[in-house]
Each structure stands twice: as structure tokens, then as C-alpha cells.
């Protein structure tokens, strides 16, 4: 039963996949959000296709600015920067651990380090680098704190899911067999579900950016660092407007209590 469903999953997938990766390149969106919707399709397939379909791909010429504008669409787009990014990897991290046979809590640890390192270092800060005047390392330091509270929450709740799944699924601590792409597939969409409020936040608070659109007659530079007018001041919060580092401070306690809440529903039931 499983290994059908597996195979249904891996089949609607590899369409998915197609279908975003042929599409995608006629929608007006920044090119790592285009990468971020690709790489989310992989991991959460059908989902991850739905996904772009209802929140970035242009229903009419011209309306990509006003469609993306709203603030939910805004949040996906985050969560999805968040989330394809620390996937790859977490995804990395977990083959790594899957042919070292190692502990299941040293495979948490290096998941964590090489999803925040990949996705702060590159997905974060080097790719949107525009935003902070071409500086790589005000990038870096502007980007740290978001990329914190993002990946706290993703593994929060990819960990139970994906240490409770693979406690009862023969073999699927093996990369190379189809459960544990399965597994971590499960995992991650678990994890964009629980990122998903905490992007909220971000956003709200200017910590983040959200959807944005490029069109072919502005200038690169500013198209990456600039939003797109009518979604610029939304939820009537000013552009320079910023939570104090009490606000901060507070939810950064809460990312961490969300991951360590994760962790020990792992330890509870998937023998962390």
C-alpha cells in the first residue's frame, strides 16, 4: 500500500516539477523566487505546484503586481525563500547522516547547521544582497535574524515528523531507497506549515521581504531591493517601520520554543 502511494507521489511530483520549471519562466517574479518555487515543488511535489499556481503565477498580463500584493501571498512567498533554501541543506545533511550512521540526534544537529548555513549564507543573503546595497555582509547581519526564527520553526516541525516516520518505515533512514525521499518529503511540508505563521510575523514587521515583480523594462538592481507599489505599505505599516528588539528578542525565545517543543515530541515518539 505504501510503496503504491509512494510511487502515485513520486509520479505527480516529476509532473509538478515539469510543469513549474517550463511556467514559471514567463511569470514576472525575482529569479530566487522562481529557483524557491522549483526547488518547493520538488520537495512538497503536487502541493508545491498548487502552491504557485494560487499565490505567484500571473492570471492576466499586467496584474502580477496587484495579485502578489496581498499580505498571504507575501508570506508565501518568505516562507517558500525560507524553505527551499534550508531545504537543500537539510537535504544534504540528511544523506550525509543517512551513509555515515550516525546518531539520529547528530543527524538533527547537521541538518540544522548545513539548512541555516546554506540558507542564510546563500538563499538569504547572497541572492538578496540588492537589498542591502550590493553589501554581502550587511546582508549577512540583516538577514541573520529572520533566517533564525524561519529555520527554528521549519525544523520544529520537520524534526517529529521526519524522526516519527522514519521510527516506523523500514529503510527509510537510506537515501537510497524511495522512503526516504518520501520521508523527507513529508518532513519539509510539515516544517513550511509551521514556518508559515512565523513568516507572518516577518513580513508584517519588514523583517522580511515577500512577492515581488520584475518586469523587463526596470532596472535590475532596484527590481531585486524595491516591492512592488500597491503591496509597499501594506497592512498600514510604514517602509521604515520596525519591531523593537523587546518584540525581537521575544519571538526569537518563541522560535526556540517551537523547536525544542519539536524535538521532544521526537523524543516521545520517534525515539530521538
Request: charged share 25%.
Given at each position: 500500500m505504501l510503496?503504491?502511494?509512494?510511487l502515485l507521489w513520486f509520479v505527480l511530483t516529476a509532473m509538478s516539477v515539469a510543469f513549474v520549471a517550463l511556467d514559471i519562466r514567463t511569470t514576472p517574479e525575482v529569479p530566487v523566487l522562481k529557483w524557491g518555487f522549483v526547488l518547493l515543488t520538488a520537495y512538497t511535489g503536487p502541493i508545491g505546484a498548487f502552491l504557485y499556481v494560487l499565490g505567484c503565477r500571473e492570471p492576466l498580463d499586467g496584474l502580477h503586481e496587484r495579485y502578489v500584493a496581498v499580505?498571504?501571498?507575501?508570506?508565501?512567498?518568505?516562507?517558500?525563500?525560507c524553505v527551499a533554501g534550508d531545504g537543500v541543506g537539510i537535504l544534504a545533511?540528511?544523506?550525509?547522516?543517512?551513509?555515515l550512521h550516525i546518531s539520529r540526534l547528530a543527524d538533527v544537529a547537521l541538518e540544522y547547521v548545513l539548512g541555516f548555513g546554506f540558507g542564510w549564507t546563500i538563499f538569504q543573503a547572497l541572492f538578496m544582497r540588492g537589498m542591502a546595497g550590493g553589501?554581502?555582509?550587511?546582508?549577512?547581519a540583516g538577514t541573520f535574524i529572520p533566517e533564525l526564527l524561519s529555520m527554528n520553526a521549519l525544523m520544529a516541525g520537520m524534526v517529529p515528523v521526519m524522526t516519527i516516520a522514519m521510527d516506523r518505515i523500514p529503510?527509510?533512514?537510506d537515501p537510497l531507497t524511495p522512503s526516504f525521499w518520501f520521508v523527507m518529503s513529508m518532513a519539509l511540508l510539515a516544517g513550511f506549515v509551521v514556518a508559515y505563521p512565523v513568516n507572518w510575523w516577518l513580513v508584517a514587521n519588514r523583517l522580511k521581504h515577500g512577492m515581488m515583480t520584475v518586469r523587463p523594462r526596470m532596472e535590475e538592481a532596484p527590481a531585486m531591493g524595491s516591492k512592488h507599489g500597491p503591496g509597499a505599505h501594506e497592512g498600514g505599516h510604514p517602509p521604515d517601520t520596525r519591531p523593537s528588539a523587546v518584540a525581537v528578542a521575544g519571538m526569537t525565545a518563541l522560535s526556540f520554543a517551537l523547536f525544542a517543543a519539536g524535538l521532544g515530541i521526537a523524543v516521545l515518539f520517534g525515539g530521538l
Open positions: 510503496d503504491g502511494v509512494m499580505r498571504w501571498r507575501q508570506v508565501l512567498g518568505s516562507t517558500i525563500h545533511g540528511a544523506v550525509l547522516a543517512g551513509f553589501s554581502y555582509r550587511r546582508a549577512l529503510d527509510s533512514r
